[in-house]
């Protein structure tokens, strides 16, 4: 293809002027997924003096368009009336004069430009306040109807299929463990190398059992379990709903009376609050394990001094305290989930910022709470 034949191809625009006449002529392809020629350049030449009377258009050499030329054109003859010149629309093809008359006929609104205009920073910062006041408020309405549909789950009363909450507790229990085991395996290997590379310098090797052991019981096992589940679950629950409110489901459920918040969300959180202490446990030993691993393959430690040693150090209060936070992070997710399931707009990208809210939402309140759980263990002396 020779280059005549390229440039063709492209958009492009000549001015000739004449007298008092500024002629356009238009060239080529028009369209926006092409590199189009800005109007900067003509609107340039209209304030050049002395000024053109009247701005004509020639697209004879015009092989296509698209809405790309519209905006185009109507930025030139804003220009054009902003400074008097008469524009001539003679030269263009019947259906772009039918569409730039039709872009006219209905006037801008009083006042768009200047709504448009950016906010000073105390608006920008008041717009969020009020956004964050309104989430709150729509996340405690949530919350506090929760709480009453599991005061129903423990009356009996609430209105769920037993199928579905099996389902839920099969998806977030036994089908979480293959990710649970290598996660908190390498977790413990993590914790026992660092420990065992400081350890060794004062003969204290064995104490490495006792630093796994607290480390993962107490809080890492709890921890690292619910964020893999507020990746895994947690943005499974928010599409799922999601997707349920887009399609109008949800709304067929209260059309049918039926709540959908005992229907969808509360099965689903009341499987993450039974399956996610035991995954915690699971994630405890499989921790040790870890560790155990690095104490024999590079302590020189027997498997057997190793469990001495780490059940040595646990505590019934320990133990507990790691169940309350694996409980206490399974409503969080769930709840963190659900919420932003209903709140999913009614696009099908909505559900895919639902998933991603949800899981940035469930980590953000794993984290605040166990750092209330640290705070209080410390008041507690525990």
């Not at 420990?195 to 490495?208: D, K, P, R, T």
């Not at 206490?328 to 709140?343: E, P, S, V």
Request: net charge neutral; with cysteine; glycine share 10%.
């Amino acid at each position: 293809m020779s280059m005549t034949q390229s440039q063709l191809r492209q958009g492009s625009i000549a001015l000739d002027r004449s007298d008092s006449t500024l002629r356009l002529r238009l060239n080529g392809h028009w369209h926006l997924s092409r590199d189009l020629p800005a109007a900067s350049s003509v609107i340039a030449e209209l304030f050049k003096q002395p000024a053109p009377r009247v701005v004509s258009f020639d697209t004879s050499g015009l092989s296509g368009w698209d809405s790309g030329l519209i905006s185009f054109l109507l930025e030139v003859e804003s220009a054009c009336r902003e400074r008097g010149i008469k524009d001539d629309r003679e030269g263009l093809p019947a259906g772009i004069r039918r569409l730039i008359e039709l872009a006219e006929a209905v006037p801008e609104k009083e006042g768009t430009r200047a709504a448009a205009r950016r906010a000073s920073i105390l608006e920008r910062v008041g717009d969020r306040v009020l956004a964050y006041s309104v989430g709150m408020a729509d996340f405690l309405t949530f919350l506090g109807d929760l709480s009453i549909a599991m005061f129903k789950f423990v009356r009996g009363k609430a209105r769920y299929r037993t199928f579905d909450f099996m389902e839920t507790v099969q998806q977030s229990g036994p089908e979480a463990v293959g990710i649970v085991s290598l996660i908190a395996f390498l977790v413990g290997v993590i914790l026992a190398f660092m420990g065992a590379v400081q350890l060794q310098q004062f003969g204290a090797s064995i104490y490495v059992a006792d630093l796994v052991g607290i480390g993962m019981v107490r809080d890492m096992g709890a921890m690292m379990t619910a964020i893999i589940m507020s990746g895994r679950t947690g943005a499974a629950f928010a599409a799922k709903l999601g997707t349920m409110k887009v399609t109008q489901e949800i709304d067929a459920f209260t059309t049918m009376g039926i709540s959908p918040l005992e229907f969808l969300v509360l099965p689903r959180v009341m499987a993450l609050i039974l399956m996610m202490p035991l995954l915690c446990l699971f994630a405890d030993l499989v921790g040790i394990l870890g560790g155990a691993f690095v104490g024999i393959t590079m302590l020189d430690l027997s498997f057997s001094t190793y469990m001495r040693e780490t059940i040595s150090t646990f505590t019934f209060v320990n133990f507990i305290g790691g169940l309350a936070k694996g409980t206490t992070y399974g409503a969080l997710i769930g709840l963190a989930g659900c919420l932003r399931g209903f709140q999913c707009g009614n696009s099908s990208s909505a559900v895919g910022d639902a998933a991603t809210q949800a899981v940035v939402m469930s980590i953000v309140m794993v984290v605040a709470a166990c750092g209330a759980f640290a705070v209080a263990f410390n008041i507690l002396r525990i």
